[in-house]
């Protein structure tokens, strides 16, 4: 929020419009950066700051199956929780030890694109090779940036973060097939991941039908939805202290685990019933890593993936 106020306002109101009018410029010069994979840097990702955030819940990362650097990879994130925070410390930064489990793998978190607009924050997201979720990024990365790499997508995104709740396990993943055009486009092999905990770090309240209360719930998501394809939950967590209420996550174990490669071939215009087949073989890949790790990493023998 700082740069989109700051910038409007020197520009007008200050005798620092210079300052503004150079961000501009360099956003327009550098405009096609964040669509071509960005600017990493090791050392952003490994600020001291993201082991005291990993540890806060804790936050761990879990390998079944090795991923060959001979390849490129969709990692297909759930649930999104209503903030994904098991995929921001485990792709977008060193602390959980990504290079280490999956060496030779290099990972790209995959976000709404209107996030690189903003000057000064597009810097920061790129630091830590955060990408565009577009079709245009996600194909530069799969086929001209050579093998090895990883995009980590939360296809299910604002309409999964609404479905969230402690005790849930949701995904939206029916509707959702254009991340399997894209494997398909490019050949990268598809890797359900999934976040045990991730839905029990917040509360969230959803207003029973026909209240006012919902009535304004609703009109406010649909709103921000259209204008910034964002979700806005209404969600509380703990205060600074333990036992009290406030808007931090509860600090309650988040297991992400990455399963094993669904080997994709490469189709330059795949047809419904290939987008189709490959659908259904990712959902049960995904229904078969929840079901084979679900009890330890704390749900119950009986919990079902619910997939919508």
């Not at 991923?67 to 485990?90: A, D, E, K, T, W």
């Not at 280490?100 to 793998?105: N, S, V, W």
């Not at 996030?115 to 996600?138: D, H, K, T």
Request: glycine share 8%; proline share 6%; with cysteine.
């Amino acid at each position: 929020a700082i740069p989109i106020i700051l910038i409007p306002y020197f520009l007008v109101f200050t005798k620092f419009w210079m300052v503004s009018v150079l961000a501009l410029a360099w956003l327009a010069y550098d405009w096609n950066t964040h669509n071509q994979g960005g600017r990493r840097s090791a050392w952003v990702r490994n600020w001291t700051i993201w082991k005291y955030f990993r540890n806060y819940f804790p936050v761990k990362l879990v390998k079944t199956h090795d991923l060959s650097p001979r390849h490129n990879y969709i990692i297909v994130s759930h649930p999104h929780g209503v903030l994904p925070y098991g995929v921001f410390i485990n792709f977008a930064t060193e602390t959980t030890g990504f290079a280490r489990i999956f060496p030779a793998i290099t990972p790209y978190v995959a976000t709404l694109e209107g996030i690189f607009w903003i000057p000064l924050v597009r810097e920061y997201v790129m630091s830590m090779g955060v990408c565009p979720v577009s079709e245009l990024a996600l194909k530069y990365l799969l086929t001209q940036k050579g093998s090895g790499n990883a995009v980590v997508i939360s296809v299910g995104g604002a309409t999964e973060a609404l479905l969230c709740h402690p005790g849930a396990s949701i995904v939206f993943l029916k509707q959702r097939k254009g991340f399997v055009k894209v494997a398909l486009k490019t050949g990268a092999y598809l890797v359900p991941s999934y976040s045990f905990g991730q839905n029990e770090v917040h509360n969230q309240e959803t207003f029973p039908e026909g209240t006012w209360k919902r009535f304004f719930q609703k009109t406010f998501q649909n709103t921000f939805k259209k204008i910034l394809g964002l979700n806005f939950c209404t969600f509380h967590g703990r205060g600074l202290t333990r036992g009290s209420w406030g808007f931090l996550p509860f600090n309650h174990p988040i297991t992400t685990v990455v399963g094993e490669p669904l080997p994709i071939p490469r189709i330059k215009k795949p047809d419904k019933e290939t987008v189709d087949k490959y659908h259904a073989l990712y959902i049960n890949a995904l229904q078969k890593l929840f079901d084979e790790h679900k009890v330890q990493y704390g749900l119950s023998e009986t919990q079902e993936l619910t997939i919508v």
